[in-house]
């Protein structure tokens, strides 16, 4: 299969997101990511465009409470806690890229729950996310709902 002709050259410096929205444009319903989890999922350059679109209006809205809280000149960083077989996880990243927020992925698949809250714990103090995109239904600012990460994070329903 030929990857398809990019209307420009894609440079190092190019953001995630502007690579997925040119292709939603050349080949909007050529299939993007595939999954192989439980529920097999396909989602095409369009349907990540569109959705990505729509979360990163809600990152955008949590950055501003975010550089309230912080000040200005405080970086703030995502926490996504998503299985890589969730139908957001992708359009997540790239709504990120979007709105220009650095992200650190947390584990949710390793078989040894200790090893995985200690590596997220780990993860959070070295990047002290601001607040975690996780599948829970509820906002919270507990950081247990966020897997026990060690630090205070608004979680979002997705």
């Known amino acids: 299969m030929a990857l398809p002709t990019l209307s420009r050259k894609a440079t190092p410096l190019a953001y995630f997101h502007e690579i997925y929205d040119e292709l939603a444009a050349v080949v909007p319903d050529k299939i993007a990511v595939v999954s192989r989890g439980r529920d097999r999922l396909c989602l095409t350059y369009a349907s990540i465009r569109e959705r990505s679109?729509?979360?990163?209006?809600?990152l955008s809205h949590y950055l501003a409470e975010c550089t309230q809280s912080a000040g200005a000149c405080e970086?703030?960083?995502?926490?996504?806690?998503l299985s890589r077989t969730h139908p957001?996880?992708?359009?997540?990243?790239?709504?990120?890229s979007r709105v220009g927020v650095p992200f650190v992925l947390l584990s949710t698949?390793?078989?040894d729950s200790s090893l995985q809250n200690a590596r997220n714990a780990f993860a959070a103090k070295l990047l002290k996310p601001?607040?975690?995109?996780t599948e829970t239904d509820t906002l919270t600012n507990s950081s247990a709902a966020a897997?026990?990460?060690g630090v205070d994070c608004v979680t979002v329903a997705v």
Do not use: K, M, Q
């Open 147 to 149: 897997g026990d990460i």
């Open 130 to 133: 601001r607040f975690c995109v």
């Open 109 to 111: 698949d390793l078989p």
């Open 88 to 96: 957001d996880f992708v359009p997540l990243l790239v709504a990120a």
């Open 75 to 81: 970086l703030c960083t995502v926490a996504v806690r």
């Open 53 to 58: 679109l729509l979360l990163s209006a809600g």
